[in-house]
């Protein structure tokens, strides 16, 4: 046993994000510690790190890492500990680097502290670390600045710093989230390598029940301070025990639940300061009895290996899933709603006194795609593909530079203004940060009325349309007054909604609306869109890399890669019959909750850049099957079927 | 005819300030039926801190006011004659303090001194000695030996008839508004986060910031007390190079600090606020203009440039005598150009902050949901970007409120501040110069300037913060 942690409680102020966590890791284990946001997870960290916020202390419990006690340590000796005995990897690479020091100048750092190299030694261990995480070139890598080096490469820069102490355990605090899919892939892949290698163990915080699936050994389920469910693996998913894991399980869009509403959990985490008397679970639980409010449940032993915190005997089966009007919108033979040609969106590269531009980011180029009334169309693709600008162009909020978009038989991009004016009603947006996307100094009802009267939609009254609405998005009616701080993500992403719902669009656009919300609340909005596109009509652009939500929501789904559709068709088609190289390696590099790997295209390295785009197919040098022919020049369509088309000359 | 016994006499600045203030007054009467404003005003009514900052600051306020009715006294004239009167212009707050500002001793003298501060050939002596002083422990006669137990007897006096005075006003208040008050002075050890029911903290922390306001006003009115007590036979804070009592020129700062603090705020203010949202919300060509006119102007060390304007607009007013019928009217005209100037010169930092922070806010996705709904450009601006730079503006406007009233002085230094007849606290500091220099040293003039600024700032400061906290939505629950 390397760490074990009695009783954890951390408290800030009358908050209690942590309360009462006990667990052990194994030499090499990966221990999972999966929960929603607000449950605890990164705190529980920090604490065994004692690395607390200021204001937050540890109130009782113990933690033994190799045999001494972390809380007891003066803080010169857990200097010696962190990094050398426990490294730490954070979720976003992009602020964990110091921009202004070179990559070999950070691992050097710690390499001086914990291994008391020196000079050409710890350059030499530095490029030996670099080459370790997979770095290509490591020894010029090792002069270079961050802000050169790719979202994942900068995640590899930080697991090598990590290592440079040679840790026994490494606590990695949701590693990839901020990264792409198959960013992802290739990260978990080199943590598990050098877990394996090395012997390390590791703590892996996450919400994403998939990378658990790919990664863990043992599961613990957090939720409201505590942990709720402790399991191996296989176990895990094959016979959840606590009603809180296996509703984690029913809300995970996919394919089987197309067109079904997915299960979800009413409410949200209860707030750190809320105090419990009963089951911390029981306002979410639809099978909790009187006991559960009454008394904390005590740990039960399912096997040997499993434990739950619940007094149910044996977990039910989620709640019963409502079942939809199914597949909603038939193919419908009228002209489609929206229609982009051959669309482009360069931005200038300015230099000079004179400001001449000398080439152009290619952000959309040559994007062509048809919506029809009331259907879902997903546009897939990593960060940094063009998916938000191709978004923002259609809307006219961003100017085209080229191409041709018509909403509803009418051309946008030759209109001024003024003439887009009447249009804009019948397109909306709803925006990825449900924190962002509101104006924190207006009242929720005075949001909501904004694009009506922008647009004079209505009468001119707004106080009805407006309770409306907010029933329509699930919200009460009695809220309209309320600032949107006083509100949680998911609600939050509601009241964006209904703000787009409020000028009667016919099409909204949906950009990755869900990216920034928890599982169980993404259950929530999803079915709420599903419900709204049922009853309104409503045409969906849904601009995402998330392929589980595509799967569950996406009638039509169009393939980007750097800037231009690489693969379109129906979702059927494009996610399991994917013809494009490209299309597979983003669905192979997605982890699935069963836990096997059926990678079969690995991509390597990052997309490259707009700005300079690779000659010929923009995909050959990431592609395993290119050749010669690939980089002559840019495959047209070939077409499958009447509506499945694909850019490849490989296929 | 028979004339009144005073002309009044209605300076610019004075105008000015009673406009400002009639304004403020309907905003608050226009707030009190808003609900969001009244409720966020609430708060700050129940924030202990503002409020006992709101009393300091209101009696600043109270003596400015007083400062700025101004009138021309009348002529002793035969009866029955046309009423003359006089060119020199007066303040209700000269009237009020006529003592103080007739007192005048020959030269320096320390703070409740009864001698002059340095050594003088006396008439009929070889010997140089330290005069005693005209008004200065007159009272005392020869017998100096009760200097000591005279002063701490007029503190005495002057601490409980505050306190008396303070008793009086609160029975009075605690009849009207019944037992409200009973609890009141209790609050302030009693622990109110025990409070179960949410209604009992409220009415707990209002009656906290009730009590905190009582207790600064009877601060006030015995520390008032014991000035005038004291006031009365000595002078307080000494007197300085001529003689004036230092108390006096102090209580005259206040207006002069007011009016440059406010006057020029609200010059600077509208231009910093909406160059710097154009610039950085419009950008391009706009972007360019606003951005090559601050950094020309900031680029001319400000002091010069103030200088130059001082002395252009000192031109004007010199070589149109027949445009002032007093002093007191050029000198007002004066201070109203600094103002205008200070004005005009200062708002390049604030706009540059407004124009960088308008960069960041134009980005963020609530503005281009409000794009996407063919929002227009005025109405993006005012209602999604000016209410979240609200308080960056109520921050920099205390910090220049602080910085301008120090500029003044550093105008004055150089010989373009105010007009040399306006007392102001940069003239006081400025003269403090010369004193601190001395051996020994005369050090009364910067303290009661600098202890009269400090508590204004201070105030203003404590009281922003809340304003701030109080109509910020997230610092609310």
Not at chain 1, 482 to 511: K, M, T, W
Request: net charge neutral; hydrophobic share 50%; glycine share 8%.
């Amino acid at each position: 046993m390397i760490l074990s942690v009695q009783d954890l409680a951390i408290h800030i102020g009358a908050a209690r994000p942590v309360d009462g966590i006990s667990l052990t890791i194994e030499a090499g284990e990966c221990y999972a510690l999966l929960g929603e946001s607000g449950c605890g997870k990164s705190m529980t960290a920090l604490g065994l790190m004692r690395l607390l916020p200021a204001g937050a202390r540890v109130i009782s419990g113990a933690v033994n890492f190799e045999g001494t006690d972390l809380l007891g340590l003066p803080e010169s000796g857990m200097r010696e500990v962190r990094g050398g005995g426990i490294g730490m990897i954070f979720q976003e690479p992009a602020t964990s680097l110091n921009p202004v020091l070179t990559v070999g100048r950070q691992i050097v750092e710690a390499l001086q502290l914990h291994a008391g190299l020196q000079g050409t030694a710890a350059r030499k261990r530095a490029g030996e670390l670099l080459d370790q995480v997979g770095i290509p070139d490591p020894l010029r890598r090792l002069d270079e600045y961050p802000f050169q080096l790719s979202g994942g490469l900068r995640q590899r820069v930080m697991i090598a710093i990590a290592l440079a102490g040679e840790p026994r355990l490494l606590i990695a605090d949701e590693p990839t989230t901020a990264l792409d899919v198959t960013i992802q892939a290739q990260v978990l892949d080199l943590l598990d390598e050098l877990r394996r290698t090395r012997g390390m163990a590791l703590l892996l915080i996450t919400h994403d029940l998939g990378v658990v699936a790919r990664m863990a050994d043992r599961i613990g389920v957090m939720y409201a301070g505590q942990l709720v469910e402790e399991a191996p693996r296989a176990q895990f998913f094959s016979q959840p025990a606590h009603p809180y894991s296996v509703r984690l399980f029913a809300a995970l869009p996919d394919t089987k639940r197309r067109g079904a509403n997915l299960a979800t959990i009413p409410g949200s985490v209860p707030a750190a300061d809320a105090r419990h008397s009963g089951c911390r679970f029981v306002y979410r639980c639809s099978e909790a009895m009187a006991e559960c409010h009454k008394a904390p449940p005590p740990w039960r032993e399912v096997d040997a290996c499993q434990r739950v915190r619940c007094f149910l005997a044996a977990a039910a089966p989620p709640v019963a899933v409502k079942v939809g009007a199914g597949e909603t919108a038939t193919q419908s033979r009228q002209a489609p709603l929206l229609e982009v040609t051959d669309l482009q969106m360069h931005f200038p590269i300015r230099r000079g006194i004179l400001q001449r531009a000398v080439g152009a980011v290619r952000a959309v180029d040559g994007l062509s795609l048809q919506l029809m009334a009331g259907r879902t169309l997903a546009l897939v693709g990593e960060s940094g593909c063009g998916k938000t600008t191709a978004g923002k162009a259609m809307l006219q909020l961003l100017r085209p530079t080229a191409g041709s978009v018509m909403l509803d038989g009418v051309e946008l991009t030759t209109r001024s203004a003024g003439q887009l004016q009447p249009l804009r009603a019948k397109m909306q947006m709803v925006f990825q940060d449900p924190f962002a996307s509101l104006n924190p100094r207006l009242r929720i009802g005075e949001i909501i009325a904004e694009g009506m009267q922008a647009l004079k939609v209505g009468d001119g009254e707004t106080g009805a349309p407006i309770a409306k609405l907010l029933e329509q998005v699930g919200l009460r009616a009695d809220m309209v007054n309320r600032y949107p701080h006083e509100f949680s993500g998911g609600q939050r992403q509601r009241i964006a909604i209904a703000r787009a719902l409020a000028v009667s669009p016919r099409l909204l656009i949906c950009d990755e609306p869900t990216s920034a919300l928890d599982v169980s609340v993404q259950a929530q909005i999803l079915n709420l869109l599903s419900e709204l596109q049922r009853e309104l009509e409503l045409a969906y652009l849904f601009i995402t890399h998330n392929i589980a939500v595509v799967d569950y929501l996406a009638h039509d789904v169009a393939v980007m890669y750097l800037g231009r559709v690489v693969e379109r068709g129906t979702a059927d088609e494009v996610l399991h019959q994917a013809r494009h190289p490209y299309t597979q390696a983003l669905l192979a590099a997605v982890p699935h909750i069963d836990g096997l790997d059926k990678a079969t295209v690995k991509l390597s390295g990052d997309m490259p850049s707009p700005a300079n785009p690779p000659s010929g197919c923009h995909f050959h040098p990431r592609c395993p099957l290119a050749d010669e022919a690939c980089r002559v020049s840019y495959p047209d369509e070939i077409r499958f079927g009447a509506t499945h088309a694909v850019r490849c000359i490989k296929v | 005819m028979m004339g009144l016994a005073v002309q009044p006499l209605l300076l610019w600045s004075d105008a000015l300030l009673f406009v400002m203030t009639a304004v403020i007054v309907a905003l608050a009467l226009w707030a009190r039926r808003q609900d969001a404003l009244r409720a966020a005003w609430a708060r700050v009514a129940k924030n202990s801190v503002a409020m006992s900052a709101a009393t300091v600051l209101a009696v600043f306020v109270l003596i400015g006011m007083l400062d700025s009715l101004h009138y021309r006294p009348r002529l002793d004239t035969q009866p029955g004659a046309t009423a003359q009167y006089a060119v020199e212009v007066h303040s209700a707050l000269d009237a009020l303090l006529s003592g103080l500002r007739q007192r005048s001793e020959k030269t320096y003298s320390a703070p409740l001194a009864t001698h002059l501060f340095s050594r003088e050939a006396l008439e009929n002596s070889v010997e140089r000695e330290f005069p005693r002083l005209k008004h200065g422990g007159a009272h005392l006669g020869e017998n100096l030996a009760g200097h000591e137990n005279d002063i701490a007897l007029r503190l005495l006096f002057g601490a409980g008839a505050g306190l008396a005075v303070w008793l009086v006003m609160f029975a009075a208040l605690r009849r009207r508004y019944g037992v409200e008050f009973k609890t009141t002075l209790k609050v302030g050890d009693g622990d109110t986060a025990n409070g179960a029911e949410k209604d009992a903290e409220k009415g707990a922390a209002k009656s906290a910031a009730a009590g905190s306001v009582l207790l600064t006003l009877l601060a006030v009115f015995m520390l008032t007390g014991v000035v005038v007590a004291l006031a009365d036979g000595y002078h307080v804070f000494g007197t300085d190079k001529v003689g004036q009592d230092v108390l006096y020129l102090s209580l005259k700062s206040i207006r002069t600090g007011l009016l440059i603090g406010t006057l020029t705020t609200l010059v600077m203010l509208p231009v910093a606020v909406l160059l710097g949202i154009l610039a950085g919300y419009v950008g391009g060509w706009v972007d360019d203009v606003i951005q090559y006119l601050y950094t020309t102007l900031s680029s001319i060390p400000g002091v010069l440039l103030i200088a130059a304007a001082v002395l252009m607009m000192q031109v004007v007013i010199d070589t149109h005598p027949e445009w002032f019928a007093t002093t007191a009217e050029r000198a007002d005209a004066r201070l109203l150009a600094l103002c205008l100037i200070l004005g005009m010169t200062s708002w390049t930092g604030l706009a540059r902050l407004m124009r960088g922070e308008t960069l960041k806010l134009r980005e963020l996705e609530f503005v281009q949901a409000a794009q996407a709904f063919g929002v227009g450009r005025f109405a993006i601006m005012h209602r999604h970007i000016l209410p979240n730079l609200m308080h960056i503006v109520l921050i920099a406007l205390v910090m220049d409120f602080s910085g301008l009233v120090l500029a003044e002085a550093v105008l004055s230094y150089v010989g373009v501040g105010v007009d040399p007849s306006t007392i102001s606290f940069g003239t006081m500091i400025n003269t403090a110069r010369m004193e601190l220099a001395r051996e020994p040293m005369v050090w009364w003039s910067l303290v009661a300037a600098f202890s009269f600024m400090f508590a204004l700032v201070l105030a203003a400061n404590l009281f922003a913060d809340a304003i701030r906290d109080a109509f910020d939505p997230r610092s609310s629950t």
